[in-house]
Each structure stands twice: as C-alpha cells, then as structure tokens.
C-alpha cells in the first residue's frame, strides 16, 4: 500500500514538473544572459550518486550503501535554489539477517527450495525518498556570480526494506506475499541538508555540485506482520505470529554527494572585437 502511495505521489510530481518545465523554458527564452557577467535565472535538471554511512536505528539492519536519482532546480537571480528530487537506494551490507529469516533457515544456516535442495538467495536493501527542498548559493569561492558555497534544507518522504532474492524463486515461502513478512519495509518523514559548492559554467557541460548531505528520517515498520516475531504455546507445542513491532525510528544516513547538471536558459553570444 505505501509503495502504490509512493508511485502516485511520484505520477503527481512529475506532472506538476513537466508543467513548470514548459513555462520556465519559454520565459528563459526571452532575454539572453551571460553566466560569467551577472546572476541569472534557470531551470536546471541534474542526476546525483550519493555514498552513504548509516546512523541511528537504521544502521543496526545496514552497512554502507548508495544512493543515484534525479530532480529539478530552479534558480533565481538572487540565487535562491528551489528543487525537488527522487533517489533509488541499494546496497548489499545486510546485518542480523539470520535472526530475521530463522523459521526458514537450516541449523548450518541454509534455506531448502522446493526442490529439496539447498536454495541460493541474497538479500540487499533497497529504497526510495522523494525529497523537496530550498537553499541558496552564498558569495564564497566564487567562481562567477552564479557559483558559490551551496546550502539546502528540506524535507520527504523515505522507505528501506530488505530485498530477498532467491535465484529461480524456487523457495515458496519467500515468494510474493510471504516474501513480504520478512522484509522490514519501513518508512516516514525525513528532513535532509546539503552543504557543498554549487558550480555553473559558461557551457552547458561544465555544471556540477558537490558536498556532504544528511537525513534524518523519523520511520516505522510498514508492514502487518513480521514472520520471525513468533510467540511459543507450551502446551500445544505450537508457534503463533505476534504480529509486528511499533516502535518508531530515527534512521540517520551521512553521505557524500556530486551531482552533474544541464542548465536551460538563453545564453548570450560571445562578443568578439575586430580590429
């Protein structure tokens, strides 16, 4: 359910900015500029990779993972940065992963497909955050007017769960719906910052940003039922499920962030002197 709230939100978003993509092209077209002479406006898609350390809750699951999306700026001339952005999570550091798959493990840790022979599986996390966010690019280190030290705040939305692959998808209590049961989804509210340099150049190639983000997501478990919360009946010699854990998260990640952009605005021609 809280994927397909997700990739709805995601539909509205991109359409809102498809929407503001066409206005602010036609309006970029009506005066030229010249980045290295004044502070301009523009609309600036980009893609970013993030390297992320885990902190808080989050990292008792994980280890070091990844982050690649994309988004929307747009600047203005006083250099006031509006954005919105959806990032893909992935990473392969999975912790405690036996204490969650125990009902379907061996005693020598290994899982039995349904072909009574030993299954090969990974588990990986994954996740996704749409985040919106404003900042503004500061007169330090700069290189033209519209470069200079970056900071951006904002706040999104942030799932992680883990990924268990199973090769074939021989192993039937792992599969679909009873997949579900053991992968933590879990999700909330995050508030993010950014700080780094954010540089435009005169050509539309040489646009890049770079610095350290950070998140602190405020998450719980999405999910009805976690299969490895058993409760024991003695007397009829049976396990039932619990059902899930309420606990709320703080789930912090620490990463270091370079990001590629494409600047759309009408630039100026060179002037040229003849003699």
């Known amino acids: 359910m809280q994927i397909t709230i997700f990739a709805k939100i995601y539909c509205i978003v991109r359409k809102i900015l498809a929407v503001i993509f066409i206005v602010i092209f036609f309006t970029q077209i009506k005066a030229q500029v010249n980045v290295s002479d004044s502070a301009i406006s523009a609309f600036i898609p980009n893609i970013a990779y993030t390297f992320q350390a885990p902190g808080g809750d989050v990292a008792d699951r994980y280890g070091y993972n990844s982050t690649i999306g994309g988004g929307f700026m747009y600047k203005t001339k006083k250099n006031l940065m509006f954005s919105v952005d959806v990032n893909f999570i992935f990473g392969n550091q999975i912790k405690n992963a036996d204490s969650i798959l125990w009902i379907v493990l061996t005693k020598n840790g290994y899982i039995i497909d349904g072909n009574g022979t030993y299954a090969n599986y990974a588990i990986f996390q994954r996740g996704y955050s749409i985040n919106f966010r404003v900042g503004k690019i500061l007169k330090v280190l700069q290189a033209n007017p519209n470069s200079g030290l970056m900071l951006m705040g904002g706040a999104g939305y942030l799932l992680h769960r883990m990924r268990i692959d199973v090769q074939h998808e021989t192993v ?18 995050n508030l993010n910052q950014f700080i780094g340099y954010f540089y435009m150049g005169r050509t539309r190639v040489l646009n890049f940003y770079a610095g350290f983000e950070f998140y602190q997501a405020f998450t719980k478990n999405l999910r009805d039922r976690d299969f490895d919360q058993l409760i024991y009946d003695q007397a009829t010699d049976t396990y039932t499920v619990a059902g899930k854990d309420n606990n709320n998260y703080v789930d912090l990640f620490f990463g270091i962030k370079i990001g590629w952009m494409i600047p759309i605005y009408n630039r100026a021609p060179d002037t040229y002197y003849y003699h």
């Open 172 to 189: 039937q209590q792992l599969n679909d719906d009873y997949g579900k049961g053991y992968d933590r989804l879990t999700g909330g509210i």
